[in-house]
Every structure is written in C-alpha cells, then in structure tokens.
C-alpha cells in the first residue's frame, strides 16, 4: 500500500464502518483492507465501538443534566461580554478613524511618499549589505593579522631563546 493509500484510508475508516461509502470508494477501501490486515482490524473497532454507542442511545438521561447544560451560556455570558468589550472599543475606534479620514478627504500617499519610501528601502539593502561587507572583512583581516603577529612572535620568541642560550646563527657551542 502506497503512503497516499494509506492516508486516504485512514481518513475513510469512520466512512467505512457506519456504510456512507459510495460503492467505488468501498470496493477500493475493501482492497486496501485485504492487502492491510491492521487497517482491517481499525474498521472492525469503529464498526464495534459505532455498535456499542447505539447501545447506548437508550439510557435515560440523569435528572438535571438537561438544566445545568442550558445553563451553561448564561453563566459564560458574563465572562464573554467582559472579554469581547475591549476588543469592541477598539472597533468603534476604528472605524471612527476611518470615517474621520473619509469625510475629511485624506488621499493615499503621495508621489514623493512613494519615490521617498522606495529610496529609504533601498538605503536599508545597501546599509545591510556594506554591514556584511565589514563583517567580512574586518574576519579576513583579523585572519591575516592575527597569523603574522603568531609567526613575529614565534620568530622573536627563537630569537631571544638563542641569545640566552648562546646559539649564533645556527652553531650551538658545546657548554659542559
């Protein structure tokens, strides 16, 4: 069973197990249960459990249940309005502003807007990219730096260790 198989007849079990299934749908969920003993299994247990349920559509309903669930509306009413009232002052504000700008005229930005918002982003990329520039180099030159400072070290480092130790250019004498 391919993976687009599987995930349509994952999706069609419940389908499958109450019989709402067109016939093309079910001969083919029907192949795919044969090839598929797990999925099989899947829709023999929402077949059973749909069974049980029907089972229990009979039992009477506890006293007062019916009340506390009406009751559950008014009760979140209050909570809902307290909730909702912020949001609708704002709304109201809204929609004030917008018809202040209506009624006045106020127009779209204008031309040199326009012109002066599309310089102002291009500044930005331009800014952005000189930043990584810099990055860039102040990396290479630390680099370059940072090795020829370690190799004048090391060259003036053997150069003090031979003169303390009496070595000249190359010929060590024998101290004993």
Request: hydrophobic content about 45%.
């Amino acid at each position: 069973m391919t993976e687009l198989d599987q995930t349509w007849a994952e999706s069609q079990i419940e389908a499958m197990a109450d019989g709402s299934l067109p016939a093309d749908a079910e001969r083919r969920m029907l192949a795919l249960m044969n090839s598929d003993s797990e999925l099989e299994a899947r829709v023999e247990q929402a077949r059973a459990l749909r069974s049980e349920l029907r089972k229990l559509a009979n039992v009477p309903v506890p006293r007062g249940l019916r009340w506390r669930l009406w009751r559950i509306p008014t009760a979140d009413r209050r909570l809902r309005s307290v909730l909702w009232m912020p949001a609708g002052i704002m709304a109201t504000a809204v929609v004030a502003v917008l018809g202040v700008n209506l009624y006045f005229g106020a127009q779209g930005p204008s031309a040199d807007d326009v012109a002066r918002t599309a310089a102002v982003q291009d500044f930005a990329v331009a800014v952005s990219y000189l930043q990584k520039s810099a990055v860039m180099a102040r990396n290479e030159i630390n680099e370059s730096v940072g090795s020829g400072v370690l190799n004048a070290l090391a060259i003036s480092r053997g150069m003090i260790e031979r003169s303390e130790t009496g070595v000249s250019e190359g010929v060590q004498e024998n101290v004993d």
